[in-house]
T-cell receptor, first 113, second 110 residues
Framework: GENVEQHPSTLSVQEGDSAVIKCTYS??????FPWYKQELGKGPQLIID?????GEKKDQRIAVTLNKTAKHFSLHITETQPEDSAVYFC????????????FGTGTRLTIIP | NAGVTQTPKFQVLKTGQSMTLQCAQD?????MYWYRQDPGMGLRLIYY???????DKGEVPNGYNVSRLNKREFSLRLESAAPSQTSVYFC?????????FGPGTRLTVL
């Protein structure tokens, strides 16, 4: 089955700086890669996703890049703000539609004011 | 719309007791999922249901059973709780990839 590794497990950055979280996956058939943000005491929420036919996707201050050859994808957050402090999870899936996701182990991001 | 709701929010059980975690969604989604979240291990899939009347095992199904009661509801049952089942449990639903998560149930087994 799919295996997703995520690094780092914790990350602290100064407010206004950029943060990068990296994930690798093992199944070359995976073609859908979402990122979820989990705030304290809440369930995860989708913030951005990318499909394997796209190399990069951007939504305001967040962007995701995908390297299919190397089987890794990354989340980039620019101009970080205190409300970006949360746990971030990457995931991978080998099907479109209603299929199982395999999650990474999470990154706790702390923005230092 | 309430989205995905879970009950209870918190529960403490003694070893060997049984309980059912309830989940309901009002988004008319076909797929529903149960995950457990443990420190340093991310979200691990316990069971999922691709549609009403179907269920399938995920990564960590041992010690759990599920029921897809109808399209809205998907329950998770612990028949004989063990301390290793102490965790936070999340239910989710989806239609076309994006999964919507409930607020979670924090379960402690003593």
């Amino acid at each position: 089955g799919e295996n997703v590794e995520q690094h780092p497990s914790t990350l602290s950055v100064q407010e206004g700086d950029s943060a990068v979280i990296k994930c690798t996956y093992s199944d070359s058939a995976s073609n859908y890669f979402p990122w979820y943000k989990q705030e304290l005491g809440k369930g995860p929420q989708l913030i951005i996703d990318i499909r394997s036919n796209v190399g990069e996707k951007k939504d305001q201050r967040i962007a995701v890049t995908l390297n299919k050859t190397a089987k890794h994808f990354s989340l980039h957050i620019t101009e970080t703000q205190p409300e970006d402090s949360a746990v971030y999870f990457c995931a991978a899936s080998s099907y479109f539609g209603n299929e199982k996701l395999t999650f990474g182990t999470g990154t706790r991001l702390t923005i230092i004011p | 719309n309430a989205g995905v709701t879970q009950t209870p929010k918190f529960q403490v059980l003694k070893t060997g007791q049984s309980m059912t975690l309830q989940c309901a969604q009002d988004m008319n989604h076909n797929s529903m999922y149960w995950y457990r979240q443990d420190p340093g291990m991310g979200l691990r899939l316990i069971y999922y249901s691709a549609s009403e009347g179907t269920t399938d095992k995920g990564e960590v199904p041992n010690g759990y059973n599920v029921s897809r009661l109808n399209k809205r509801e998907f329950s998770l049952r612990l028949e004989s709780a063990a301390p290793s089942q102490t965790s936070v449990y999340f239910c989710a639903s989806s239609e076309f990839n994006e999964q919507f998560f409930g607020p979670g149930t924090r379960l402690t087994v003593l």
